[in-house]
C-alpha cells in the first residue's frame, strides 16, 4: 500500500478534482483506492457520500484526535474499488486542537498503521486543504510521496518552493525521511491560448521528467460534475476530461512501477523555481 498526497497550498489549480477523479480512474482500472478528504470544506465527500449517509459518515476527524483508527472510518463508494474516509466540519477545528497534542504532526501517520499493516488498498490519495498548516503537516508526515496539481499560468510555480522547503524539513526531523515529490501535474490547460503552452515549455524545462505527460485540460464540465454530485466518467464519461484522467491514471501506473522521483534535495533546491 503506497500513500500518496495531492497538495499544494495554492488554492484553485485542480487539487480535489485531481484527488477525485484520479482515484475514479484507479478504481476503474481495478485498482484498489481509498480516498482520503483531509479538507474541511469536504468538496471530494460532498460527490462520494450521498446527503442520506452524510449524517452518520464518520470523519478523518476521528483519526487524528485519536478516537478511532482510520480502518473503523472507511465508507464505501458507489463506484466499485473505490472506498472514502469523508471530511466533515469538526475537521476545521483540528487545526488548533491537534496542534495542543503531543507528536501532533505525526496523528495521521499513526492512525494509517493498521491500514499498512492490513494492506487492504494498493493507494490511499490525500486531498490535502490549501494551506500550510496542521492538516498538510500531517499529511506529508503520513504519505510516501507528494503529486502537486499545478495550474498553467506563470504564477502557478510561486508556491512550490516553500512546499519544498516543507518537505525538507519534514525530512529534516526524521518523521519521514524517505518523503518524495514524486510528480507536477499541469491542469488547467488551454492549447488555444498563448500563454499555456508557453508556461508548459518552461516547466518541462525546468523539471524535465517529473512533469506529468499527461495535461489535464480547461473544460467546464469539471466544474459541473460535483455540482451534481458526479466524478467526471459519470457526468461526461466521453469527454476530454474523462479521457485526461484515465490517461493520467495509466501515467500513474507506469510511473509507479518505474519510480520516477524529484527529490526535494538541496541539489534540487538549487535549481531555483521558474519566476
Known amino acids: ?25 484507479l478504481a476503474e482500472k481495478k485498482v484498489r483506492v481509498l480516498l482520503v478528504d483531509l479538507d474541511p470544506q469536504g468538496s471530494a465527500s460532498s460527490v462520494l457520500v450521498s446527503k442520506e449517509e452524510g449524517a452518520e459518515a464518520p470523519s478523518i476527524y476521528a483519526a487524528l484526535i485519536g478516537e478511532k483508527p482510520a480502518s473503523d472510518l472507511i465508507s464505501p463508494t458507489r463506484i466499485k474499488n473505490l ?16 496542534a495542543r497534542m503531543d507528536d501532533h504532526m505525526m496523528r495521521l501517520r499513526a492512525a494509517f498503521e493498521d491500514l499498512r499493516e492490513k494492506n487492504a488498498f494498493d493507494y490511499v490519495l490525500l486531498d490535502c486543504p490549501p494551506s500550510l498548516g496542521i492538516l498538510m503537516s500531517n499529511a506529508l508526515t503520513a504519505a510516501d510521496e507528494i503529486l502537486v496539481p499545478i495550474q ?14 516543507v518537505t525538507d524539513r519534514i525530512r529534516a526531523t526524521g518523521a519521514n525521511p524517505t518523503l518524495s515529490i514524486s510528480g507536477l501535474l499541469l491542469t488547467m490547460f488551454d492549447a488555444r491560448t498563448n500563454l499555456n503552452p508557453a508556461v508548459e515549455r518552461e516547466v518541462r524545462n525546468h523539471f524535465q521528467e517529473v512533469v506529468y505527460k499527461t495535461l489535464i485540460p480547461r473544460t467546464v464540465r469539471f466544474a459541473e460534475a460535483p455540482s451534481h454530485g458526479r466524478t467526471i466518467f459519470e457526468h461526461d464519461p466521453n469527454g476530454i ?16 512501477k518505474s519510480q520516477v522521483t524529484f527529490m526535494n534535495s538541496p541539489a534540487h533546491r538549487a535549481q531555483e523555481t521558474p519566476e
Open 152 to 165: 498553467c499560468e506563470y504564477y502557478a510555480l510561486e508556491g512550490l518552493g516553500l512546499l519544498m522547503e
Open 241 to 256: 476530461g474523462a479521457a485526461s484522467y484515465r490517461k493520467l491514471a495509466a501515467e500513474f501506473l507506469q510511473r509507479q
Open 1 to 25: 500500500m503506497k500513500i500518496i498526497a495531492i497538495t499544494n497550498q495554492k488554492g484553485g489549480v485542480g487539487k480535489t478534482t485531481t484527488s477525485l477523479n484520479l482515484a475514479a480512474a
Open 83 to 98: 472506498s472514502i474516509i469523508p471530511s466533515d466540519l469538526d475537521l476545521a477545528g483540528a487545526e488548533v486542537e491537534v
